[in-house]
T-cell receptor
C-alpha cells in the first residue's frame, strides 16, 4: 500500500512565525503536491514537484515556498504565517504515469492565531 | 466559471436509494477523470476512474460525456457507509494540472 505521511495532524502557530510542514511518501513516486482545503472552496493547489529540486507554482503559491531535496520528502514552508493561512493542508504523491491517481496524506490542520 | 463544477449538496437519501451526482468541466483538453471520496476529517481517496466507455464497480457507475464535458457518478442501493463527500477530479496536461471540484456531500439515512 502507498503510504503518505505528514509531520503533524494539528498545529497551532502565531502570526509571523515560520512554519514547516513535512510530507514523506514511501512509493518512490516522482510527483508530489501540496494543497489546502477550505470549506466551499475544495482543494486548491499550492505547489507541486515532479522531481528532486524541481518545483512549480500551483494556483495559490503566495505566502508559501517548498523544498524537495530528496525524492520521498516534500516540505511546505510558510515564511511568515498569517491568519488567512489557517486551513487544512494536504500532501499527495503520484506516480508519473498514465494512472494519475493521487495518494493523500492524512492532512495537517493548521491554526494561525 | 469554475473549471470543475459539481452539484451543490447536500444530498439526503434513505438507505437503498439510487443517487446520481453530476460534474461539468470547462477544459475540453482534459485527459483523465476520477471520482474521489472523502470522509469527514479524512483525506480524499480514489473511488474510481472514469472512462469514455463508462465503467462500473459494484454499486457504483461512472460515465463520461466528452462532447458535453460532463461526468456522472451513480450509486445504487445506497448504504449508510456511503455517507461522505464525493469529489469530481479532472486532469489536464500531463497530469500536473489536476482540478478538484468542491465536492458533493451525501448523507444516507436509515
Amino acid at each position: 500500500d502507498v503510504k503518505v505521511t505528514q509531520s503533524s495532524r494539528y498545529l497551532v502557530k502565531r502570526t509571523g512565525e515560520k512554519v514547516f510542514l513535512e510530507c514523506v511518501q514511501d512509493m518512490d513516486h516522482e510527483n508530489m503536491f501540496w494543497y489546502r482545503q477550505d470549506p466551499g472552496l475544495g482543494l486548491r493547489l499550492i505547489y507541486f514537484s515532479y522531481d528532486v529540486k524541481m518545483k512549480e507554482k500551483g494556483d495559490i503559491p503566495e505566502g508559501y515556498s517548498v523544498s524537495r531535496e530528496k525524492k520521498e520528502r516534500f516540505s511546505l514552508i510558510l515564511e511568515s504565517a498569517s491568519t488567512n493561512q489557517t486551513s487544512m493542508y494536504l500532501c499527495a504523491s503520484q506516480d508519473r504515469g498514465l494512472a494519475y491517481e493521487q495518494y493523500f496524506g492524512p492532512g495537517t490542520r493548521l491554526t494561525v492565531t | 466559471r469554475k473549471e470543475v463544477e459539481q452539484d451543490p449538496g447536500p444530498f439526503n437519501v434513505p438507505e437503498g436509494a439510487t443517487v446520481a451526482f453530476n460534474c461539468t468541466y470547462s477544459n475540453s483538453a482534459s485527459q483523465s477523470f476520477f471520482w474521489y471520496r472523502q470522509d469527514c476529517r479524512k483525506e480524499p481517496k480514489l473511488l474510481m476512474s472514469v472512462y469514455s466507455s463508462g465503467n462500473e464497480d459494484g454499486r457504483f457507475t461512472a460515465q463520461l460525456n466528452r462532447a458535453s464535458q460532463y461526468i456522472s457518478l451513480l450509486i445504487r442501493d445506497s448504504k449508510l457507509s456511503d455517507s461522505a463527500t464525493y469529489l469530481c477530479v479532472v486532469n489536464g496536461d500531463g497530469g500536473f494540472k489536476t482540478i478538484f471540484g468542491a465536492g458533493t456531500r451525501l448523507f444516507v439515512k436509515a
